[in-house]
């Protein structure tokens, strides 16, 4: 009975967590900065994925600013990347894309922000009961973020597919478009040359 409500318990969590995770699209201006912020525990782990998904070679400058305004991470011309902290201090911790280096293009990015749950200790020594749902709770917590990777990569490989399908398609057009052009290009040479053949033997029967 207890495993069972053990797993109930687990089931629920998880679809607590997966409830919470989810990826958001913006569009970054050129000459332009959009920035977005976390509210975060001390102690707590979090982790910014994102990906260029359009826009000119699909780079884009990140930057990773904390609670006292420092620089966490700072990288430029970055198409994809995973990275993960750990929030020294609480507040506020702020991500910024940044497109002010592209003159007229604008980027399209994918990104999320995950935050895990503030790890919570209750005072004193913990009794059996405690040290057995303490430990049910870190299982959770593991599972969750495996489930949120697992969920990013799909979202991803789709965004990827999506991409790869539409360079596919505008490279067969253009195939298509220069087969049609080669085409009327030898059909009108070869037009060309009848008419200059029929041309040379009529001056020679003139002459």
Known sequence: MKSGLNLMFLSLTLMQFLQNIEAFIVNVDAHAQECFFEKIE??????????????????????IIGPDQAIIHESEKESSSRLAFGAATAGI?????????????????????????????????????????????????ELSGTLTSVKHEQEYMHVR??????????????VVLWSTFEALVLVLMTIGQVYYLKRFFEVKRVV
């Open 42 to 63: 001390t102690g707590t782990k979090f982790s910014v994925t994102f990906e260029v998904i359009e826009g000119g070679f699909l780079d884009i400058d990140i930057k």
């Open 161 to 174: 597919d999506k991409i790869h399908r539409t360079i596919n398609e505008s490279t067969n057009s253009r």
């Open 93 to 141: 911790y702020t991500v910024c894309f940044d497109n002010q280096k592209s003159s007229m293009t604008p980027k399209l990015v994918m990104f999320s922000i995950d935050v895990d749950e503030s790890p919570h200790r209750a005072p004193g020594a913990p009794g059996e009961d405690e040290v057995g749902h303490t430990k049910l709770e870190d299982m959770i917590r």
